[in-house]
């Protein structure tokens, strides 16, 4: 049988506040446990919550990126439970009248067509605090120095169809949040944590399957690889006559595997109702008239405009605007460099190779955009080659300084005296009698691929230096002067 | 609306209250009783009345973005019952 | 001294008849003497006393007086006091030492008055009666057989028994006004949101509401001062200007319009305590004030709206007490859910879990809708009815409860007949209503209490009204017979 797949997501997105959603204390990551839970974090008796401004502002501007209604009037409310990592036994969030309606994102396919995927609402919430699970004498130990850090909960409709799909979508809210800057982005300390709902149903067929939620994944990666894992387990499941059971799955990486947490299937009654320490958040067309004036471009608009402007291609366009920064970075190169391409170029390549082995993202990267437009500089005035720019690129990561001292110092600058060149060409060419005969013997049709042969040795023996171009046309004017 | 045993021991496992087994006759007829004192409103028609959540007419006032709580977990943590390394410890927590 | 009021004990400190630290160390003495007969206090802060009895005598000597600089008082137990213990009558709560102060505690401490200790009460606020307490009732100074009411009973113990001259109360359906009126004392439940919440420990939170209890009006508006106006830490405490509420004490009442609604004046009150009501009134007659009948139809859907609404809230703002970073914890537990239980279980006392219970059904899936829902529309409906009569009053008077006070253990068995004592001060809490309680008379040797009911945020007319009444009557200074005067 042909199995359709359905995937809906709910994405937390942590926002990128000084202070929690309701208490003065810091959000800052990394602090000693609970220094930084105050009285409010630690639900200490008669401590009440006030609302972040921030947070509401950060809100809104998610809802007007999707393109979403926004709600003049939002209502927290309290969903009631028992959990060591929830100070108060109830966590406050939106669920009837939340801040954000609903909405879309439009994803970009391989195939280069492009989906839309609906979002049913967005909503502001309160994170929860941490267990830590190394051994206390057989006790878990609590940390709630995240407890109380805003939340934005992202709910789509079952809207995505593979797993790729997913991560697309996942990557695309991804790009949204970290342009507006109110999210930092960093999945992996967790700022945006992922929960897949997963079904599938025989193509064709109208109802929706009974579906699972993969919680908690936190790389764009492991949702792809957890989607392929718990559809393929749906599916041999439903083949080999068993039927799927509605429950919370956790994915294990290192097993690649999805597997039933039940801890946490114990059928609950959350008995939401309207927090009656909170009062009912009212906001103007004025106040999101104001936000949306001070939106930044956003990734779509951004990706287009490189394309128009720049003339890059799809491709790269969209990988360029996915992140804020880099789209910063990128258009900072160009404005010094006024090429497009090769400043996309270096930036996909060279720098972003660098960044993914030392696990950094752009803003920390320690080649700016001055430093590599510097750099590109001086392969377009034929300083130095392409080859000896990413000798000079290697040099500026790990010592700094700019092209132009690496340059002088390492005496790398581009051979460019014919006189040199062709000292350079004569050796190679007395140092290689077989060659030199195998090309002279050779159709004169063969011998442009051959003459590879000979740059390579006469880059070699320059050290990279020689000006390409110069030593191509003395080549083969000397080589066909022996024919 | 009558309350059984099983209602008032799911209710208070949702409450996490223990409850003793020669206590629920006395919880479900107290709670019984309660009930039926509260089901006297269900006489009143209410169809097309605004629930009332708070007594004034009130918006949420909202708090700057402005760090104001300094580490304060000594002074906090000075009445918690279990603590080690600056966390509090609970019974091992299963995921 | 120990009967004097608090403008009148600000008055002698400022002229130095004595100063702040002879008269707190007076008082500590009087409490720890007499005490035993009434139960009043929970927790005496007798060291932070003294030393904030010194600071206020230093103060005024500086010349930086306040009006409160130096007067005692009582906080009643739900109060977060730093360094204090802070127990709101629950074992949960016993050996729980507040790390912040309340922001009432706060400002009452800027103004410098001296904190005695803290009052009994019944458990998390939850009580008529004062017998829900984990620290054993306090006792009605009138008749010690008696309850004081609840659930500020300790405070209104301690005034009536003039072991403090002023305490702080908290109402979420009559906790200050039933027992100011079985005790004698002036009682006033402010509009919702006129005091700050933060650090009142919750009992329903869109119901609490504290306030002073005094021996007189001009001294709970002295109090009400200090105590009223907006705080950054609570999202529901009200941004509305405080008025000057001693100012407006010497108003005239004439052509004052007081509205007595029918239902209060049903069958099933005490004949006496109606027949107080009515001579208070015509003293207000005497004095310029109209009256006419007026009429609150849906006063009887208070009780079920109340028990339906404050429960429920009470079941979640009472989650936060589950033995992990504050109070109680039972013994070894086995696992979470055994922490969690047992803890609830032992820390939390019968009338307590009762409530949680109701609450939480309240709440459940497949009954939100007949319970919760309808009852915030009866709440709507109850508001409207005030709204619509206040249009036509400028108060309401009424009885505040419907008999005198009961004796001990008389309803403690029964919970319905317990919650059917609060059936004139419930409707105030749910349409969030100003309203005070003031000694009218007696009922044989018991005290008996006239409500007034104002409209929102006009708690400086009732207070003006309140003290008109003890300027040409003198129920409010009677005390109980057997006190010790010494």
Known sequence: MEWEVVIGLEIHVQLATQTKIFSGASTAFGAEPNTQACAVDLALPGTLPVFNENALRMAIMFGLAIDAEIGKRSVFERKNYFYPDLPKGYQTTQLAEPIVGTGHVDIQLEDGSSRRVRIHHAHLEEDAGKSLHEDFHGMSGIDLNRAGTPLVEIVSEPDMRSAKEAAAYARKIHAIVTTLGICDGNMAEGSMRCDCNVSIRPKGQEALGTRTELKNINSFRFIERAIETEVARQIDLIEDGGRVVQETRLYDPDRNETRSMRSKEEANDYRYFPCPDLLPVIIDDAYIETIREQLPELPDARRQRFIDQYSLSDYDAGVLASERAQADYFEEVVTLTGDAKLSANWITGELARFLNQADLSISASPVSAQQLAGLIQRIQDDTITGKIGKNVFELLWNEGGTADSIIEAKGLKQVNDSGAIEAAIDQVIAQCTPQVDQYIAAEPDKRGKMLGFFMGQVMKLTQGKANPGQVQGLLKQKLDQLC | MSLDRSDVERIAHLARLAIHEPEIPEYTESLNSILSLIDQMQATPTDGIEPLAHPLDAVQRLRSDVVTEANQRDSLQACAPAVEDGLFLVPKVIE | ?486
């Open chain 3, 1 to 486: 001294m120990f009967n004097l009021t608090l403008s009148e004990l600000s008055q002698a400190l400022s002229q130095g008849q004595f100063s702040s630290l002879e008269l707190t160390q007076a008082l500590l003495e009087r409490i720890k003497r007499l005490d035993s007969q009434y139960n009043s206090f929970i927790t005496l802060s007798e060291e932070q006393a003294l030393l904030q009895a010194k600071a206020a005598d230093a103060s005024r000597a500086a010349g930086h007086a306040t009006p409160l600089t130096g007067l005692p008082v009582a906080h009643k137990d739900l109060f977060c006091t730093q360094g204090i213990r802070t127990s709101c009558g629950s074992r949960m709560l016993d050996n729980f030492v507040s790390p912040y102060n309340a922001t009432l505690v706060e400002r009452l401490n800027q103004a410098g008055m001296v904190t005695l200790g803290k009052t009994n009460m019944d458990e998390f606020a939850m009580g008529s009666s004062n017998e829900s307490s984990y620290y054993g009732p306090a006792r009605n100074p009138w008749d010690s057989q008696r309850v004081p009411g609840g659930s500020s009973g300790g405070s209104a113990a301690a005034v009536a028994a003039r072991l403090v001259p002023a305490a702080t109360g908290s109402d979420t359906g009559g906790s200050i006004r039933q027992p100011a009126a079985l005790c004698g004392i002036t009682g006033l439940k402010p509009t919702y949101g006129r005091i700050s919440r933060y650090g009142m420990i919750a009992y329903a939170s869109s119901f609490d509401q504290a306030g002073p209890m005094t021996r007189s009006a001009e001294d709970a508006a002295l109090l009400l001062q200090a105590m009223a106006g907006e705080d950054p830490l609570d999202s529901t405490c009200a941004v509305h200007p405080v008025p000057d509420y001693r100012a407006s004490l010497n108003n005239s009442l004439s052509g004052l319009r007081i509205g007595l609604p029918k239902e209060y004046f049903a069958e099933g009150t005490d004949p006496e305590i109606l027949q107080r009501v009515r001579e208070a009134v015509a003293e207000f007659e005497k004095m310029g004030a109209q009256v006419k009948e007026v009429s609150l139809p849906n006063t009887q859907l208070s009780i079920p709206a109340y028990y339906i609404l404050a429960p429920a809230e009470a079941s979640s703002n009472l989650s936060r007490f589950d033995g992990v970073r504050y109070g109680h914890r039972c013994a070894a537990p086995k696992d979470l859910e055994d922490l969690y239980k047992r803890t609830r279980e032992e820390g939390f006392g019968t009338e307590v879990k009762r409530r949680i219970m109701v609450g939480t059904y309240a709440l459940s899936e497949g009954f939100y809708d007949a319970y919760y829902r309808k009852a915030q529309q009866i709440r709507r409906l109850i508001q409207q009815d005030f709204v619509r009569v206040l249009q036509d009053v400028d108060v309401i008077m009424a009885p505040v409860t419907p008999c005198a006070a009961f004796p001990l253990g008389e309803k403690n068995s029964d919970p319905v007949s317990m919650y059917m004592e609060d059936v004139f001060t419930l409707s105030l809490n749910l349409a969030g209503l100003p309203g005070m309680s003031i000694p009218c008379g007696f009922s044989g040797h018991l005290p008996v209490g006239l409500q007034l009911i104002g409209n929102y945020f006009d708690e400086a007319r009732l207070l003006n009204i309140a003290h008109q009444y003890q300027q040409v009557t003198d129920w409010h200074q009677h005390t109980p017979a057997n006190l010790s005067e010494d």
